[in-house]
């Protein structure tokens, strides 16, 4: 496994605040990796991911990705390295068209115009939303605009992904639609990607290879989604939901009825339950 961010001991205080957004955090993550941050609002999630690509700058503590101090000297080569995509489509759209959206990264790298001509195409392409090249951005919808958002990122082709609540305001499909292509684009890059995901939606985190837990500005936990969410009392005392399948277990549970010990995704207990339905 090969560790491609890296925080050793990082603080961060936002000016004037009384209190650190986010303390004493030592985390790696290894290149590759989907990985879900989840905490409550305020907990430091957004703090946490724009350090990663210099927006902010620790108090104390240093980062590095793939290797690459990040510090002001190296400020343009992090953000080669990790793209982000944030909650709000509207803010990040720059271009007149969603072709000059994606290009606009792209120009500000001086890349080569046929290069470009390249390029766009395959980013849009890879986001499935190759015919609205020429589309304005702005009369998108919410899922589509992500999209676009997201081939912009990936026309420069980072090595990190991070999402900050980038399905959260999306309708449920849009929200599985955008999952889907996460997953496709992580199963066609492989370990060229990583993912850092930040998300209040327990069903895209429990899809995760793994997840970060943030509580006021602390690293509580980091570990496989099952074993997270298998702990639906520490998940409530931390603020959090716990996910539809584990409720429903503790439900059965009180009811007597011998559930499964180990963390189920909702498609995994409807089976169990036609299994013990049909048992009868
Ligand atoms: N620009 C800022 N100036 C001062 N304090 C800030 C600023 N941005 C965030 N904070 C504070 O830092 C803490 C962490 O905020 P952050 O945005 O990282 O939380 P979050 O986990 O992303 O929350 P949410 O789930 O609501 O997006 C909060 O207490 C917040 O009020
Ligand atoms: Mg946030």
């Known amino acids: 496994m090969v560790p491609i961010i890296k925080f050793e001991d990082v603080s961060f205080t936002y000016a004037n605040a009384q209190r650190p957004a986010l303390q004493n955090i030592n985390l790696t993550i290894n290149q590759g990796d989907w ?9 430091g999630k957004s703090t946490f991911a724009k350090l990663i690509n210099y927006l902010l700058v620790p108090s104390t503590g240093n980062i590095t990705v793939a290797g690459v101090p990040v510090d002001m000297e190296h400020v343009n080569e992090v953000r080669d390295l990790v793209g982000m995509v944030f909650q709000n489509p509207d803010n990040q759209f720059v271009g ?6 994606v290009a606009f990264g792209l120009e500000n790298r001086q890349v080569p115009r046929s290069e470009m001509l390249k390029i766009v195409p395959e980013a849009l392409e890879r986001v499935g939303m190759e015919q609205y090249a020429s589309r304005e951005p702005a009369r998108l919808s919410g899922g589509q605009k992500q999209r676009v958002a ?19 305001m999306l309708d449920p499909k849009g929200r599985r639609e955008m999952i889907a292509l996460v997953r496709e684009l992580k199963a066609s890059l492989g370990d060229d990607l990583t993912v850092l995901s930040i998300t209040h939606d327990i069903d895209e985190a429990a899809q995760a290879d793994q997840v970060v837990v943030i509580n006021d500005g602390e690293l509580v936990e980091v570990n496989a989604p099952e074993v997270v969410f298998a702990n639906a009392q520490t998940l409530t ?28 995704t909702t ?10 339905y049909s048992k009868k």
């Open 35 to 43: 990985v879900a941050v989840i905490g409550h609002n305020g907990s």
């Open 96 to 101: 007149a068209t969603v072709a000059d959206d």
């Open 150 to 168: 997201i081939a912009s990122v990936l026309a420069i082709e980072p090595k990190i992904l991070i999402l900050d609540e980038a399905t959260s």
């Open 237 to 264: 005392d931390l603020g959090l939901a716990v996910p539809f399948a584990e409720q429903l277990k503790a439900k059965l549970a009180e009811r007597g009825i011998a559930v499964p010990n180990t963390y189920q």
């Open 267 to 276: 498609e995994g207990m409807v089976d169990w339950i036609w299994q013990l």
